[in-house]
Structures are given as C-alpha cells and as structure tokens.
C-alpha cells in the first residue's frame, strides 16, 4: 500500500516556526483532500487543518492565524507553515490523502516545542 511521505518535524523553541511537507503519489493527490493530524501524548487524535482539491481551506480553531495549509499540484505535495509554536502544538502530526480513490496516512513527523 502506497504510504504519504512526511519530512519537517522537530525540535523548535516556543515561538519559532517549522513547515510539514507531505508528498503523495501522483495519482490521488489531485484528487484528494490534503490534511493534516495531530496527536498528542494521551490525547485523542485531531484535524488541525485541511485543503480540498480546489483549494478551499479549514483549520482547528486554535491554530487559525499562526498555520497556514497549502499545496503544490506541481509537486504533488502538501505543506503546513506552523509560526509562533507553543508546547501546547507539541504532538505527532501525521497527513492524510482522502478521496473517493483512496484514504492514505502517513507515518507520522513529530513536533516538539521546547525550551
């Protein structure tokens, strides 16, 4: 099963900023509706934001203003700006590719916000 491929997590101090990237295979990623996850130790996993085909977006209330989704048809990649990171954004944040062809989750880059 073909998985989503995501690079950009790590280690930031409050306050500082990573981008996500998800790459997803050509065949569904134009169709698809891009997302992003999160899950945090002991905590239920949430949609934190998410771009449709036609580019229409949607973001978890608490995140609106400092994330920003976005996607590359070009590159067949989905990106996630995260700006002014808190502890509380600490969490294994996975993408997702849905369509009517395919669900498909990728493996997970973890975030954490330290000092």
């Known amino acids: 099963q073909v998985q989503l491929v995501e690079s950009g997590g790590g280690v930031v101090q409050p306050g500082g900023s990573l981008r996500l990237s998800c790459e997803a295979p050509g065949s569904i990623f134009s169709i698809s509706t891009m997302g992003w996850y999160r899950q945090a130790p002991g905590k239920q996993r949430e949609l934190v934001a998410y771009?449709?085909?036609?580019?229409?977006?949607n973001y978890l209330t608490s995140v609106k203003g400092r994330f920003t989704i976005s996607r590359d048809n070009a590159e067949n990649t989905a990106y996630l700006q995260m700006n002014s990171l808190s502890p509380e954004d600490k969490a294994v944040y996975y993408c997702n590719a849905s369509s009517y062809l395919a669900d498909r989750w990728g493996p997970g880059t973890q975030v954490t916000v330290s000092s």
């Open positions: 771009i449709t085909a036609s580019g229409t977006t």
